[in-house]
């Protein structure tokens, strides 16, 4: 039995109704439970797929749907639902309809997480940056101005500003975004990456230790307009922290002047300082005393390596990989030739796209992205001989909700790509935590098991970036895709790794 319910003109962000509806479908008897703006995206989603009955609507409207086995049960799970959206939850909490209405003096408050349409988002920061709080924005369609605003505002307030558009930050063992539970320890992250940010931090707690903060910049944060403001103040906060004894920088390729004076910065820092800027190479870190790396693996390895005095192990060895490959390609067809990418976020696509150009030279990369690693496909929905996309590229968002809130489009397109009979390699990647889908995991599984089962030979590849206190399970997530067949990878890098091995195979076949 199935139920919709419009409420018109109200927005909820759509990291608060992921967790709403995450709550509902554990509800018995709930077999579904979407909550979302009534925008063209989220219809496709709720009609086309979902087979829901919705209204006329518009984008300002929010739209809740249920499926369940009685309409009893249909009724109480549309109230839960309400009550959730509503902050009429049992769990303690208190909630607060405006700024306006929280008293410090007597409520005692030090950050205030920001997600709402970008229009209001600066308005909402500044006032929270008087009130003497520091501010995490996960807005994003902030201006530059308004952002540099922000963000020089809050140095004179002494507060931090992370983002605009800053998806992952962990302050005091909070997970902020759409981070990872990661446990405490000695390390500290400041990133203008957020997926970047996580997987450092949930490589380093695989490593034996743990993190004492991530200060998420925003991916602006290092432009010449901004100037480096929040990363700069981050890493301040890092090494005045006692908790802290090694700092990681985490970005893209950025503008070099900023990159200079970040750089120059870190020099004069009491702690040890590792950065992992993407793309980067030996030159940038010349005449600098940062630990310069150039993967996000090695990254969480050199960090590791400072603390304890050892250097970690982790991944496949090369002998292992020869032998993993020399086996698994001689099973493929001969019309199976090429390597498949499907990505959460643009840094993991990034990181393996640059490995792939330095390992696999000569070979011709294919992708939805505008990028010097890669010749742009005309159609982003049609993918072209080696073929390594961003999902959450706007390309595709623009059609359904981002794959790390809603698997839907990653699961379309994995269907896509499995029946392209020239496919013999798929790698994904899949991200956990308090902010994300509910399960990211499970259909991915159930869909390779089932070809698995059928007799394909499809070499799947796939690695999880989530931590042990993830809500997801990240072990019990591995072991599921382990038993479907999957090749599952410690890291994004040790994923790429693996798949440059493969795709150097099938270039070699011929």
Do not use: W
């Amino acid at each position: 039995m199935k139920k919709v319910v419009v409420i018109a003109n109200r927005y909820v962000d759509s990291v608060s109704l992921m967790a709403v509806s995450a709550k509902v479908m554990k509800l018995d008897g709930v077999s579904n439970a979407e909550s979302g703006m009534g925008t063209p995206a989220n219809l496709e989603v709720m009609v086309d797929d979902l087979g829901y009955d919705v209204p006329e609507v518009t984008p300002n409207d929010l739209v809740m749907a249920i499926t369940a086995d009685t309409e009893e049960q249909v009724e109480a799970a549309m109230q839960t639902m309400r009550d959730l959206i509503d902050h009429k939850d049992t769990d303690g909490s208190v909630s607060y309809k405006s700024l306006s209405q929280i008293d410090l003096r007597e409520d005692e408050y030090d950050l205030v997480q920001i997600s709402l349409p970008g229009e209001y988002a600066h308005a909402e920061a500044k006032r929270a940056l008087s009130m003497g709080l520091d501010v995490f924005i996960f807005s994003d369609n902030v201006s530059l101005e308004e952002e540099a605003d922000l963000k020089k505002y809050g140095q004179e307030k002494g507060r931090l500003v992370m983002g605009p558009d800053c998806g992952v930050g962990l302050i005091k063992g909070v997970a902020l975004g759409a981070g990872s539970i990661v446990r405490p320890g000695p390390i500290g992250i400041v990133g203008a990456s957020g997926s970047g940010c996580q997987e450092v931090a949930c490589i380093v707690e695989r490593l034996g230790l743990g993190v004492s903060s991530i200060i998420g910049t925003g991916g602006h944060d290092l432009l010449p307009q901004i100037g480096g403001i929040t990363m700069l103040a981050g890493m301040r906060k890092l090494d005045d922290d006692a908790d802290t004894k090694v700092i990681v920088l985490v970005s893209k390729l950025a503008n070099l002047d900023v990159m200079a004076k970040v750089l120059g910065a870190a020099d004069r820092l009491s702690k040890p300082v590792v950065a992992i800027f993407l793309g980067a190479d030996e030159k940038l870190y010349e005449g600098h005393n940062v630990h310069g790396t150039f993967s996000l693996e090695a990254a969480a390895v050199k960090a590791v390596e400072l603390c304890t005095g050892k250097k970690p192990e982790i991944g496949y060895t090369d002998d292992e990989i020869k032998a993993l490959v020399s086996e698994k390609v001689a099973a493929l067809r001969p019309e199976q030739k090429y390597v498949r990418g499907l990505f959460s976020g643009g840094t993991f696509t990034e990181e393996g796209m640059i490995y792939y150009t330095q390992h696999n030279k000569g070979v011709q990369l294919n992708s939805n992205l505008n990028t010097k690693y890669a010749a742009q496909i005309p159609d982003h929905d049609v993918s072209v001989g080696h073929c390594i996309l961003d999902l959450g590229a706007e390309d595709f968002t623009a059609e359904a909700p981002h794959p790390v809130f809603d698997p839907i489009l990653k699961l379309k397109r994995l269907k896509k790509e499995i029946a392209d009979p020239t496919v013999a390699v798929v790698t994904m990647d899949f991200i956990m935590g308090p902010g994300v889908a509910a399960d990211p995991v499970t259909p991915f599984a159930n869909e390779c098991k089932a070809l698995k089962d059928a007799g394909s030979n499809i070499i799947f590849i796939s690695n999880v970036c989530g931590s042990l206190e993830d809500p997801q399970d990240t072990l019990a997530a591995e072991k599921m895709l382990a038993d479907a067949g999957v090749i599952v990878t410690r890291s994004n890098y040790e994923s790429t790794k693996l798949a440059s091995a493969f795709l150097a195979a099938l270039e070699e076949r011929g």
